[in-house]
């Protein structure tokens, strides 16, 4: 009878690590795609409401417009830093969370290996022994033909 690989607790535990890794890795990703795209409508936002200021700023705008325009569009470069930092954080943790599971893989790798050679050997041994057994067969057919001549 096959013997069961005696590290396959680990090797189960490992590759439940690895599947949380790669749900936690889409989670990151997809949260680095949200922020990246609240950036770049940002960016839009501003390069459009730059072009309306310029625009209006062209046909004459009063002090009060003028101070209303710039305010705005430095409260918008303000929220686009801010949306950068958060890109990059996001980039940072996506990184960390592509290592983490990388990690995880490597590890269900090597118990996967390893069982691999276990069920290697087993499959040798049962070989070996179903040998032994036809042997030992074959030579008490032979013991016995000799015994009836």
Do not use: C
């Not at 710039?70 to 801010?82: C, N, P, Q, T, V």
């Not at 290697?120 to 015994?147: G, I, S």
């Amino acid at each position: 009878m096959t013997e069961q690989f005696p590290l396959k607790p680990l090797l189960d535990l490992a590759t439940d690590r690895m599947d949380e890794a790669a749900r936690k890795l889409g989670e990151l990703i997809a949260s680095e795609h949200a922020v990246e795209e609240k950036l770049k409508l940002l960016e839009d936002y501003r390069n459009e409401y730059q072009a309306r200021f310029m625009e209006a700023a062209r046909n004459g705008i009063g002090p009060d417009a003028w101070r209303n325009f710039s305010a705005f569009l430095h409260r918008l470069d303000d929220a686009i830093a801010h949306q950068q930092k958060l890109v990059s954080n996001s980039k940072r943790l996506t990184e960390q969370g592509q290592q983490a599971w990388v990690d995880q893989r490597n590890k269900v790798k090597a118990f996967d290996t390893l069982s691999q050679r276990h069920h290697h050997e087993q499959v040798r041994k049962e070989a070996k022994q179903e040998q032994r057994l036809t042997d030992e067969h074959a030579a008490k057919q032979f013991r016995d033909r000799k015994e009836d001549d």
